[in-house]
Nanobody, 126 residues
Framework: QVQLVESGGGLVQAGGSLRLSCTASGRTFSSYAMGWFRQAPGKEREFVAGIITSGTKTYYSDSVKGRFTISRDNAKNTVYLQMNSLKPEDTAVYYC???????????????????WGRGTQVTVSS
């Protein structure tokens, strides 16, 4: 079992930055690929970013590419999402997710992930 806890959400003005953190329980964090998803009111949950177990390869949705950066610190059991140049349309609940091993495909599909955090709210004002 892996338990995930997100933090770092909040209210920020458009153009601002936030860094989300997701800390995992357990001693095998480095064996899990990690992803960030988000869900805005009235919309389906969507993929934001993913990172392989070693942290050497990352994936992004087109909507955040160039503005968001996913990273991980396996020694701290933590994955991060640095969000810059935030826009009102980035407003959502952000979730981290974990899956054992690395995926060849399916990064953007929430069904690919086995464990989920409860989410943290990010609100971007215009």
């Amino acid at each position: 079992q892996v338990q995930l806890v997100e933090s770092g959400g909040g209210l920020v003005q458009a153009g601002g930055s936030l860094r989300l953190s997701c800390t995992a329980s357990g001693r095998t964090f480095s064996s899990y690929a990690m992803g960030w998803f988000r869900q805005a009111p009235g919309k389906e949950r969507e993929f934001v970013a993913g990172i392989i177990t070693s942290g050497t390869k990352t994936y992004y949705s087109d909507s955040v590419k160039g503005r968001f950066t996913i990273s991980r610190d396996n020694a701290k059991n933590t994955v991060y999402l640095q969000m810059n140049s935030l826009k009102p349309e980035d407003t959502a609940v952000y979730y981290c997710a974990a899956v054992f091993g690395n995926m060849g495909a399916g990064w953007g599909t929430d069904r690919s992930y086995d464990y989920w955090g409860r989410g943290t709210q990010v609100t971007v004002s215009s």
